[in-house]
Every structure is written in structure tokens, then in C-alpha cells.
């Protein structure tokens, strides 16, 4: 997707990050509504190909509910391992081989509330409360 569009996401996921009560956590279909609400909100000002706009609902549905970037890798079928060693340093395993992935976080803050969010799942199946703030020590 093209810096622009990269940019687009990073804007509307920081206004419905704002508009986003946590009192309640929003089911998928809301969530997926808000996120098309925005969309549509950002065409009326600017027209949008069909193309980027799918990809940006997607994408900015896995930021929120799956594994943001992420994501496309897990669903995958040949993809055997995915290594994260930083924002910019993804590497996948396929067949055997292992290769750097194209594909980079936006930043080391979107790296760190992916692993917030993954840690939060794993601690709620266990029934581990999760401390509202992350500290990571070293780099990342």
C-alpha cells in the first residue's frame, strides 16, 4: 500500500482509537461499522480506488482485533515461522528457507500494542489480570 494510504490508516485508527469507550469493548460487527463510518467519512473529502479501500478496512480491522501486519502472514498455509526481532526486522520461514519480509511495523509504539494486545488475550484465557502499562526493557 502506497505512503499515503499508510498514512490514511495511521490517521483513522488514531480517530476511532479517540472515539472508542472503555467501558465496553465494541463486538466485531460495530467495530467493522465504525471502521466503514471513517471510510466513508475520508471518501466524501477524497475519492478512494475500490482496491485501497478494502485493503484499508482490512488492515485496519487486524490492527484492532487480529494481528495487525501480521496477520496476512498467519494465513498464510506456507509459512512455517514468523520472527519478529524488531519494528523493522520481520523474517518469515518458507519451506525451510528463511527470508527478511517487504513489510516493516510502522513504528516501534505499533510493535509494542501488538504485543499488549497478544498479551492480553493470553492472560485472559488464563485469568492473569494484565497491568495497564507494558515496560520493555532493551530494545525492540
Not at 524488531?86 to 513504528?107: D, L, N
Not at 509494542?112 to 532493551?138: A, D, N
Request: glycine share 6%; hydrophobic share 35%; aromatic share 4%.
Amino acid at each position: 500500500m502506497g505512503e499515503l494510504i499508510q498514512d490514511l490508516k495511521r490517521e483513522l485508527r488514531e480517530e476511532i482509537l479517540r472515539g472508542m469507550s472503555y467501558e465496553r469493548q465494541m463486538t466485531d460487527e460495530e467495530l467493522a461499522q465504525v471502521i466503514d463510518g471513517k471510510i466513508l467519512e475520508q471518501m466524501e473529502r477524497e475519492p478512494m480506488a475500490l482496491r485501497d479501500r478494502l485493503r484499508l478496512q482490512k488492515e485496519l480491522f487486524d490492527s484492532f482485533r487480529r494481528l495487525d501486519i501480521l496477520q496476512e502472514l498467519v494465513d498464510d498455509p506456507g509459512i512455517t515461522e514468523i520472527m519478529v526481532n524488531g519494528p523493522e526486522e520481520v523474517f518469515v520461514e518458507t519451506e525451510g528457507r528463511i527470508r527478511r519480509w517487504e513489510k516493516s511495523f510502522e513504528s516501534r509504539e505499533q510493535l509494542l500494542e501488538l504485543i499488549r494486545q497478544i498479551q492480553e488475550e493470553v492472560f485472559e484465557k488464563k485469568g492473569i489480570r494484565l497491568e495497564p502499562e507494558i515496560r520493555v526493557t532493551g530494545e525492540v
